[in-house]
């Protein structure tokens, strides 16, 4: 089992030591930063702090060192979310601070996004997001927007009030395999039904994995309303997301 | 302004039905003094005209779901023939109802339909007692799983009972026939996403690809 | 806290002492939050989203609350709309089953600088309703029941009129800037909760959301606990402040603050709560919405009644505005069980 004094970076050190709890989280985190070089972990850890100078200047540093887009983004950027999505998930930090980490992230693939397109290399997968109709909140989307990004999904961000047929359509224009439907309000939770059924009617339903969440939703309404899964929380949302792309690869 | 009623238990309301000035339309549930389970549909609006509103979400409820109306036509009560209270079924039936345009003429829905996911017919045959056996043709491969999962959606969505130790054949446990609730359930039962999730979890899954280990 | 020797009391005065902790003849059933529904809506033909723009249709409806569900209390400013709309938020007023909203993707401001309550603040047609309503429900019902009023706190207008994100990364990024705007968005919390007793109310919700599912406890303490002690002495009616969701670790500063009551979500245990704030403030609470009342039965909602009783919660309601589709039958189980516990003690 690797050791926490393999790692080279203080920070990382400690944010492992104090926020990560659970054993197979500090096995995982242990043995992936054990083995990324120090600038990566530099990078995961001004992420972490939520310092987007520091991740913008580190991601050029790298790029201009030739180390490559792709490990950037796996072993500096999204490294960091992981713990920041630990962190979040374990109450040590709140919305503003996954806020600014985020922000952090998007500095930093502001250079490896191109890179990477131009490469061909794949995301994960693409995902289709948004609040469904009648309902304005984005919060809880848009966190669960920030980990998938964090953890190597492509995004298509609806925004919110969004009806069956702009799901449909972003579905099939950019041949998503995954949706994901958020819902604060119980008036608006139906609706996530009623896109489902809309799904069903166009003959799509059986092309994209649906997953929904939100402050109302559980996994009886999910079950209830037809979709393949219900996430309870920004963490949970990756999950189940990963969990379908292993369902399909 | 009307009042408060009591009249058994809301299983289910529609918030605004569409074809009637946006009404809300309740279906309530109550235990009878023989035991056996009434419906009654109701709505709090007191427009003119919500009257014959309610009369045509019954008849749809009688044609669609094959329920029986009972008591007079202030009532606006339905009942299944064999008395039992099927309340996961009524409720997917009354919403069935309201969907339809007010007015149209109502005809029950026939137990088989293409499955356009495996592009095979799916019969589901009655064998009386309220058993079913759901069927299909085409090939193979596939097809018993997906057979499987259709049965199961029965059981998920009208509460029935996989007969005997079987996969395909499912029975209502009040031992009566609800033909006209398997044909309207049947779209439905294609789509139960719960079995579709376990059977596609039995048939195993492939390893989880980052973009790292992408060639 | 009931009270064998209390004379038999009328809702208003039960309400009032409740917030005063102050001996009742049984537990008030109250609601801070809104308790229409749309079955409510098709009883007294008063449907949203009018029935949150039109005087008589707001207090018509809200008064359902009283003359059907038997609850001591009447608040007919069912959403949180108000003061945003007359700041000049855009806003989205749905239909009779959905909530009106602010556009919180379309903020009105960005900086401190662009915060301005505008001179007709008050007499804006939302603000002005929500005043006429108070107004015709007083009319009515004199001192039979109590009218409560709300006026939104300066957390929630930042959330609405800088946007949820950014007047959030605001809070991290400057919190020198964060506090000036919070200074100068209370103005119209202030004047509004006092208009609104002008109006005749004889109490406020003040929700304001800095609630655990998105913000530290340690914020609560650093931004508003000085502010809503100040709103204690600035608008002289008890006030009852609401935030959702997780506050157990942020309860004893509100218990703190002098605020007559809070109104605590169901993601808090009862008997927590109440050991936490310990007698500094009322609570009131706590039954689920999304789980109890709208989708579980009359069963279920009478034993949160009681856990709240058994508790010795002050007053008992719903956590948070009722979903618009919960049962009446339901929401009728809440005064009931507060009664059937009261005649088994």
Partial sequence: MADLKNI????????????????????????????????????????????????????????????????????????????????????????????????????????????????????????????????????????????????????????????????IDAVEEHKAPILGMSA?????????????????????????????????????????????????????????????????? | MTHLVDIGLRIELVSMYPYFHDISISLYERQVEEGDFEFQVHSYAGLEGVDKTLDYVISAMVVLGGMIRVGGPEEKTVRFCCGSRHRKACRRIFLEACKITLGTDLNPIGPSILDKKTERNIIVESLGNGGYRVSADGEDDGRDRRISAIAGGFVKLAEMDYMDGSDDAVAFDCNSDHTPLVGLLLKRALNVRAVIREEDDLAGRGMLAAPSAQK | ?????????????????????????????????????????????????????????????????????????????????????????????????????????????????????????????????????????????????????????????????????????????????????????????????????????????????????????????????????????????????????????????IAETGMAAFHFDSKNKPQESMDIVRQRISLIGNINNPETLYAKEPDAVHAEVCANLDAGVHMVGPECAIPLQTSIQNLLAIPRAVREWHAAQ
């Fill in chain 3, 1 to 253: 806290m009931e009270n064998m020797q209390v004379q038999p009391m009328t809702s208003r005065e039960r309400v009032l002492a409740g917030l005063r902790r102050q001996p009742v003849d049984r537990t008030p059933v109250c609601n801070p939050t809104s308790v229409a529904t749309v079955e409510l809506m098709d009883l007294v033909d008063a449907h949203f989203p009018q029935a949150n723009r039109d005087p008589e249709m707001m207090a018509r409806l809200a008064a359902t609350g009283y003359t059907e569900l038997g609850f001591d209390s009447i608040m007919p400013v069912f959403s949180i709309i108000q003061e945003s709309s007359a700041l000049g938020c855009a806003m989205q007023w749905e239909q009779k089953d959905n909530w009106p909203t602010v556009r919180m993707r379309e903020p009105i401001w960005r900086d401190v600088e662009d915060i301005k309550i505008p001179d007709d603040f008050l007499t804006h047609p939302d603000t002005a309703c929500v005043l006429e309503a108070i107004k015709l429900l007083k009319k009515e019902f004199g001192d039979e029941v109590a009218i409560i009023g709300k006026t939104m706190g300066p957390w929630t207008l930042g959330y609405h009129c800088f946007g949820v994100e950014p007047f959030l990364l605001m809070s991290l990024d400057d919190p020198g800037k964060t506090k000036l705007a919070l200074e100068r968005m209370k103005d119209a919390t202030i004047k509004f909760g006092v208009a609104q007793i002008e109006a005749g109310a004889d109490a406020l919700t003040l929700p304001d959301h800095a609630t655990g599912d998105l913000v530290s406890g340690e914020y609560y303490d650093r931004y508003l606990k000085d502010m809503h002690a100040e709103f204690v002495d600035l608008i002289p009616c008890p006030l009852i402040l609401h935030i959702c969701g997780r506050t157990v670790d942020r309860m004893n500063s």
């Fill in chain 1, 184 to 249: 604060l309000l119980t008036t608006t939770m139906p609706n996530m039904g009623k896109t489902i059924e809309a799904f069903i009617d166009a003959d799509l339903r059986e092309d994209v994995k649906i997953m929904v969440g939100g402050a109302p939703v559980t996994q009886e309404f999910a079950d209830d309303m037809g979709a393949d899964a219900y996430g309870k929380d920004a963490l949970d949302c990756v999950a189940v997301a990963k969990g379908f792309v292993s369902v399909q690869a």
């Fill in chain 1, 8 to 167: 080279a970076n203080e920070i990382i050190r400690r944010e492992i030591e104090e926020y990560v709890e659970r054993p197979d989280e500090i096995e995982r985190n242990v043995e992936l930063f054990s083995r990324t070089r120090p600038l990566m972990q530099e990078i995961a850890a001004a992420l972490i702090e939520g310092n987007d100078g520091a991740v913008d200047q580190l991601t050029k540093k790298a790029l201009d060192q030739d180390i490559d887009a792709l490990e950037i983004m796996d072993d500096g950027l999204i490294a960091g979310m992981g713990i920041v999505g630990i962190k979040f998930r374990d109450n040590f930090i709140f919305v503003p601070e996954v806020l600014a980490c985020a922000r952090a992230m998007k500095a930093g693939m502001t250079y490896i996004e191109p890179i990477l397109s131009a490469s061909g290399v794949e995301p994960l997968a693409t995902v289709v997001m948004g609040t469904v109709k009648g309902d304005l909140h984005d919060i809880g989307k848009n966190l669960c927007i920030m980990m998938l990004r964090g953890s190597g999904f492509n995004v298509v961000d609806l925004g919110v009030d969004t009806s069956d047929d702009e799901f």
